[in-house]
């Protein structure tokens, strides 16, 4: 399995990123993925989940910022950001589950600046 995520970079806060995760190696289309970030100096959080059938779920704190996507076809599964805040600079990972093993791909780096 493997998980490639892109799109992070320099936003400044109140600005909006869309990042990108490719996944190949597993038949996409039947697992949940999630986003995750882990800033500096703090635990890895989820962001935000999407069920196979598409159904998206996030914690309360970002509910009406971030918004997960999935596209089973080209295999890939987006985050979009908005109304960015230099608390949400972390590097953003994508992630899977399969069976009982858990995968996160390389991450992409967000930064925010004040």
């Known amino acids: 399995v493997q998980l490639q995520a892109s799109g992070g970079g320099l936003v400044q806060a109140g600005g909006s990123l869309r990042l990108s995760c490719k996944a190949s190696g597993i038949n996409f289309r039947l697992y949940a993925m999630s986003w995750y970030r882990q800033a500096e100096g703090k635990q890895p959080e989820v962001v935000a989940n999407?069920?196979?059938?598409?159904?998206?779920s996030y914690p309360e704190y970002l509910k009406g910022r971030f918004a997960i996507s999935r596209d089973n076809v080209r295999r890939m599964v987006y985050l979009q950001m908005n109304s960015l805040e230099p608390e949400d600079a972390a590097v953003y990972y994508c992630g899977t589950a399969v069976g009982s093993r858990r995968y996160r791909g390389q991450g992409t780096q967000v930064t925010v600046s004040s």
């Open positions: 999407i069920t196979s059938g598409g159904v998206s």
